[in-house]
């Protein structure tokens, strides 16, 4: 069994079903829908792809086992209020020390140093993410072993 060509049909079949029968702003309807889409997809894109406020970790100094003096830099837009979520972990990838750091408005480039408090000495120090909100959005909160309180930031000698 195949599929009716639809010029074979008389004109009252063609009339009756509708066949052959397109209006011709059902294109122009169509090619908007997909141009509105296309738009609304790349700027999803290009907001995902480029976020407004961007970390990078530089380097962690772990001279002492109760702090970790952790070094990153922080691109924003010129007077916006950042925050960072760092953390440190120990061998077995357990959290020791965690902190959200707020970096006041002000330039659009700065570098930070943070004397993270640890409660053990640091094997793995990670710049988690940066963000307009306090936390970051899409950040993992911290993750102590339960019953272990996480130490007061930031710490001072």
């Avoid at 509105?36 to 700027?43: E, H, I, N, T």
């Avoid at 086992?65 to 070094?71: G, K």
């Avoid at 480039?109 to 053990?120: C, F, K, M, W």
């Amino acid at each position: 069994m195949g599929v009716i060509d639809p010029r074979t049909l008389s004109p009252e079949l063609q009339a009756r079903y509708g066949v052959g029968q397109r209006s011709p702003w059902a294109w122009v309807w169509g090619a908007l829908a997909v141009l509105v889409f296309s738009g609304a997809l790349a700027f999803v894109a290009i907001n995902l792809a480029a976020p407004r406020v961007d970390g990078k970790l530089l380097a962690w100094d772990d001279t002492a086992a109760d702090h970790v003096d952790v070094t990153f830099e922080v691109s924003r837009p010129e007077g916006q209020t950042a925050y960072c979520a760092i953390r440190a972990q120990d061998s077995s990838r357990v959290d020791v020390g965690y902190a959200v750091v707020e970096i006041p408005e002000g330039e659009g480039y700065v570098q930070v140093t943070y004397p993270l408090r640890t409660i053990s000495a640091a094997f793995v120090v990670d710049l988690l993410g940066c963000g307009e909100n306090n936390p970051p959005d899409r950040v993992l909160p911290p993750q102590f072993p339960p019953g272990v309180v996480p130490p007061a930031q930031p710490w001072t000698p």
